[in-house]
């Protein structure tokens, strides 16, 4: 049997709050390890509001940090692998894994921060070229290539999924290899001195613990401050909205806007949206239409001259779990709180990176050390110590 780190005793219940698509990932690496109880509890199991519902569920290749480039190349080959990783009874998942790329589009002033990223991608075996314009034409005629300077465009290992049927599908291992999912709300986390004792819920019930996870996606601020300790983690509303095209955009990849709108096919329609550069914390879920007539459908129409006759088809709003600090994801102990464990803070690259996530969260809290991948640059720890590490491409 497995030993469980210092922080988590042999034997002991690891309580996980929150059963989204990295809660449950977490519950998964942790069963199949073995060696400890894992309890899930999860306020809304419907997952009507929750971000893993909402998603965009695309998953890129095209990072600016080493870290983030090998979340994905395990999460891609996980994802192509999905059969043997998340087969239960015989039930395989099915994940509608397409992968047509991404390209990214760059002004002359964005070329040199292409570039940059082009170099650091490189250096870790991503498969993507540099196109000028010309080039970008002759592959993708119904692009119009009006102040681009250069795009950047994925190879391999870059498309979209089924997220929440990657969510399920998590849950339903975890479940298969021991994890107990509790339907209700974790209001308060019990301290002895510096380590976390025991997880109470809305209604009464107290569950004590040798480790807590706080996998609360954009509610992950709440939870910390229920430990005592603090995540930089704010709930920040992106609308997608879908639309079809009278004309067919032939091996269309996941196209990034010099405007920041970004498009994708989905089945016969196309997924659209754009992150607004300054926003404040909102739970809100009402679509901003506004931001479709004033925003995204000009970008559409004047990068793909089809799109002007587009016609919307829907619309729905989630939350991106935004980490103010530096937008990338806040791993691992608390530094004052070494068995309370952070799994928050992805800012929109948190379904492409839960089995990464999972996997490295279930090492560190049964070995007490990343031993696959080193999420170490991901470290919660880097908020109290002043150190950020960016993530320069987010979307
Ligand atoms: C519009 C949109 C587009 C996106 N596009 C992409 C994309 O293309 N690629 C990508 O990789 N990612 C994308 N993301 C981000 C991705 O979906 C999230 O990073 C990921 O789903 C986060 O999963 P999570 O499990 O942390 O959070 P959630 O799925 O929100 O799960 C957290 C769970 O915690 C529960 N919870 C919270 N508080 C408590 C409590 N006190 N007690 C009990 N339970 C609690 C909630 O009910 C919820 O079910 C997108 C997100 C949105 C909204």
Redesign the pocket.
């Known amino acids: 049997m497995t030993m469980c780190a210092p922080s988590a005793p042999p034997g002991a219940d690891v309580v996980i709050?929150?059963?989204?698509?990295?809660?449950?990932?977490i519950a998964t690496f942790l069963g199949r390890e073995g060696g400890c109880r894992v309890t899930v509890?999860?306020?809304?199991p419907t997952?009507a509001?929750?971000?893993?519902?909402?998603?965009?569920?695309?998953?890129?290749q095209q990072f600016s940090t080493g870290v983030n480039i090998a979340l994905s190349q395990y999460g891609i080959s996980f994802l192509r692998d999905a059969a043997s990783h998340l087969t239960v009874d015989g039930d395989t998942p099915a994940l509608a894994l397409r992968e047509p790329g991404y390209l990214y589009l760059a002004t002359a002033a964005g070329l040199p921060v292409l570039e940059t990223n082009h170099a650091v991608q490189r250096r870790h075996g991503v498969a993507v070229a540099l196109l000028g314009p010309a080039e970008l034409g002759e592959r993708f005629p119904w692009l119009s290539t009006e102040g681009v300077a250069g795009g950047s465009l994925g190879l391999d290992g870059e498309g979209?999924f089924d997220?929440p049927a990657l969510?399920q599908a998590f849950r339903r291992k975890a479940r298969s290899l021991g994890a107990a999912y509790i339907h209700?709300?974790?209001?308060a986390v019990e301290r002895e001195g510096a380590r976390v004792s025991a997880v109470r819920?809305a209604d009464g019930s107290r569950i004590a613990c040798g480790a807590v996870v706080n996998?609360?996606?954009?509610?992950?601020r709440?939870?910390a401050a229920?430990a005592g300790v603090h995540v930089p983690v704010e709930a920040r509303k992106?609308?997608?909205f879908i639309v079809a095209c009278p004309d067919a955009l032939p091996g269309c990849p996941l196209v990034v806007d010099t405007s920041g709108v970004w498009f994708r096919p989905e089945g016969n329609r196309f997924l659209a949206?754009w992150s607004p550069p300054e926003d404040a914390e909102d739970f809100g879920l009402e679509v901003d239409h506004g931001v479709f007539d004033d925003v995204i459908w000009p970008a559409l129409a004047a990068r793909v001259p089809a799109f002007e006759r587009l016609r919307g088809h829907g619309a729905?709003?989630?939350?991106?779990?935004y980490n103010t600090f530096d937008q990338n994801a806040l791993l691992g102990p608390h530094p004052e709180l070494p068995n309370f464990y952070a799994?928050?803070g992805?800012?929109?690259?948190?379904?492409?990176?839960?089995p990464g996530v999972g996997r490295g969260m279930a090492e560190m809290i049964l070995h007490g050390e990343y031993r696959t991948l080193d999420l170490s640059d991901l470290d919660v720890g880097r908020v109290a110590a002043g150190r950020p590490f960016r993530e320069l491409n987010v979307?």
């Open positions: 709050i929150g059963g989204g698509v990295i809660g449950s990932a509890v999860e306020r809304d997952y509001t929750a971000s893993s519902s909402l998603s965009g569920s695309s998953i890129r979209w997220g969510m209700g709300e974790a209001v819920l996998a609360a996606g954009p509610r992950a709440a939870v229920m992106r609308c997608v949206g729905w709003a989630g939350h991106y779990e799994a928050n992805f800012s929109g690259h948190g379904m492409q990176q839960s979307i």
